[in-house]
């Protein structure tokens, strides 16, 4: 069965320092993998995803991320963090293999929180 | 020109009553799904449809009963509402099954539900 773990449950880093949030995963094949964000009192948005190919897949608002297979890790990250990045962030599987062919899992989330 | 909508975005009822969530989508997207989030803002997914036909159905009471009336439509009817129904409810779409297709989920704004 598939998997996704968001170790940190915040994350605090200040302005135009470098962010990472992570995420791990378990899948019994290659993963399908996602990053959405979540700012209050709204619905998630998609920021980048990872089917195939290159390891690092650049999204939204200047964000990326890392496949690493031997650490099954997709980590998402931005060279210099904005205010208006803070929000909560979600991590998300699919294996598609998987017979349940549409199940994409989330992680807990993360909340970064990016300070003046 | 929203994507995918919902209504109501606020929902405030007693227990014991019913009531519904209704979402709607314009991307021409084939499966649809609610997904629950609670206080902790974890994320998990109800249900899931795919032109019309149910493909996904976790463990939820069977108070919670979704319809499809076509695969622009996914409603959510709850009967006998209790105070741990409490949350917010996200209506999503997708485009496809195959596994090359991606998945990329797209969400609505959210419904918040408190039962009271």
Redesign the interface.
């Given at each position: 069965a598939q998997s996704v773990a968001q170790p940190e449950d915040q994350v605090n880093v200040a302005e135009g320092n470098p962010l990472t949030v992570k995420c791990t995963y378990s899948v019994s094949g290659n993963p399908?993998l996602?990053w959405?964000v979540?700012y209050p009192?709204?619905?998630?948005?998609?920021l980048l995803?990872y089917?195939t190919g290159d390891n690092l897949v650049k999204g939204s608002y200047g964000f990326e991320a890392e496949f690493n297979k031997s650490q099954t890790s997709f980590h998402l990250k931005k060279p210099s963090a904005l205010v208006s990045d803070s929000a909560?962030y979600?991590c998300?599987v699919?294996d598609?293999?998987d017979s349940?062919?549409?199940?994409?899992?989330?992680g807990?989330?993360t909340r970064l929180s990016i300070r003046p | 020109d929203t994507a995918?909508s919902q209504t109501p975005k606020y929902l405030v009822t007693q227990m014991g009553n019913d009531k519904s969530i209704k979402c709607e989508q314009n991307l021409g997207h084939d499966?649809m799904?609610w997904y629950k989030q609670d206080s902790?803002?974890?994320?998990?997914?109800m249900f899931?449809y795919?032109n019309k036909e149910l493909?996904?159905n976790e463990t939820v009471p069977n108070r919670f009963s979704p319809k499809s009336p076509d695969k622009a439509h996914l409603n959510l009817h709850i009967n006998s509402l209790e105070l741990g129904d409490s949350a917010v409810y996200?209506c999503?779409s997708?485009q496809g099954?195959?596994?090359?297709s991606?998945?990329?989920?797209?969400?609505?704004?959210?419904s918040?539900l408190t039962v009271v």
């Amino acid at each position: 069965a598939q998997s996704v773990a968001q170790p940190e449950d915040q994350v605090n880093v200040a302005e135009g320092n470098p962010l990472t949030v992570k995420c791990t995963y378990s899948v019994s094949g290659n993963p399908y993998l996602f990053w959405y964000v979540q700012y209050p009192n709204r619905g998630l948005q998609f920021l980048l995803k990872y089917i195939t190919g290159d390891n690092l897949v650049k999204g939204s608002y200047g964000f990326e991320a890392e496949f690493n297979k031997s650490q099954t890790s997709f980590h998402l990250k931005k060279p210099s963090a904005l205010v208006s990045d803070s929000a909560l962030y979600f991590c998300a599987v699919r294996d598609p293999w998987d017979s349940s062919a549409s199940k994409i899992i989330f992680g807990s989330g993360t909340r970064l929180s990016i300070r003046p | 020109d929203t994507a995918v909508s919902q209504t109501p975005k606020y929902l405030v009822t007693q227990m014991g009553n019913d009531k519904s969530i209704k979402c709607e989508q314009n991307l021409g997207h084939d499966t649809m799904y609610w997904y629950k989030q609670d206080s902790k803002k974890f994320l998990k997914i109800m249900f899931s449809y795919n032109n019309k036909e149910l493909i996904i159905n976790e463990t939820v009471p069977n108070r919670f009963s979704p319809k499809s009336p076509d695969k622009a439509h996914l409603n959510l009817h709850i009967n006998s509402l209790e105070l741990g129904d409490s949350a917010v409810y996200f209506c999503a779409s997708s485009q496809g099954l195959t596994p090359s297709s991606g998945n990329t989920i797209y969400f609505g704004e959210g419904s918040w539900l408190t039962v009271v």
